[in-house]
């Protein structure tokens, strides 16, 4: 009987420390996480000199972070502009060959070439909205106040066709022009306005050109291929 308590007995301290141990190693992981969140807002908000961009603060980083950085595909154009400037139906086609990638250190849209669009009033309309000016060291603000009813706040878009409450996040510079007159005011960059549903970690709706839904993809076998699919 006395075997049978001491094998209890070893069963249990066994399974003590296995608990403990692995607690210990998920607060670990939590505070890693904590720490790289936290490294990130202060990195981000060091390179931002605009002081009339406000900073982010640690929640905005978690959302950025969680929702944004990563690599993406377009899946569907959602909604056009108002205006006649539009992405013709070949050029919609065309986009969804583009691979949007946002880090925080950088912003690029790989697979875009000269001969992407077929149609050069879809090159143009992707150049203007900044297609090809991917940049380095990029500078994220977040704005949770968004009226869902007139997306982009100049009438570009109306109603939005989805049940959520969004968050816009873009980058920029973060250039005082004052301070670096160099720097074209007005100057667009590549996949610069976002918007989060931050119920979802795997959709981004990407203001560009029109209103378009983005899904976070992966390589597989050398291809992408949207996340769960």
């Excluded at 060091?46 to 959302?63: F, G, M, P, S, Y």
């Amino acid at each position: 009987m006395k075997k049978i308590y001491r094998i209890i007995g070893i069963l249990l301290l066994f399974c003590l420390v296995f608990a403990v141990g692995y607690l210990g190693c998920r607060k670990i992981g939590f505070m890693g996480k904590k720490q790289e969140i936290r490294l990130f807002m202060e990195t981000n908000n060091a390179r931002n000199v605009i002081k009339w961009e406000a900073d982010i603060e640690e929640e905005d980083a978690q959302l950025i972070e969680e929702h944004v950085f990563g690599e993406w595909k377009i899946r569907e154009r959602i909604m056009e502009l108002e205006s006649d400037n539009n992405i013709s139906t070949q050029g919609i086609e065309e986009m969804k060959n583009l691979v949007f990638i946002y880090d925080k250190n950088f912003v690029r849209i790989d697979g875009y070439e000269q001969c992407t669009f077929s149609d050069r009033d879809d090159l143009f309309l992707f150049q203007y909205y900044g297609g090809n000016y991917g940049v380095k060291l990029p500078v994220y603000h977040v704005n949770r106040d968004v009226d869902e009813c007139d997306l982009g706040g100049q009438g570009d878009y109306g109603q939005f066709p989805k049940e959520c409450e969004l968050v816009k996040v873009d980058y920029d510079l973060g250039y005082d022009l004052s301070l670096y007159p160099s720097v074209l005011y007005g100057t667009r960059y590549a996949g610069e306005a976002l918007y989060v549903d931050s119920e979802d970690k795997d959709t981004l709706y990407l203001d560009m050109c029109g209103l378009w839904e983005l899904k976070r993809c992966k390589v597989v076998d050398n291809t992408f291929q949207f996340e769960g699919e």
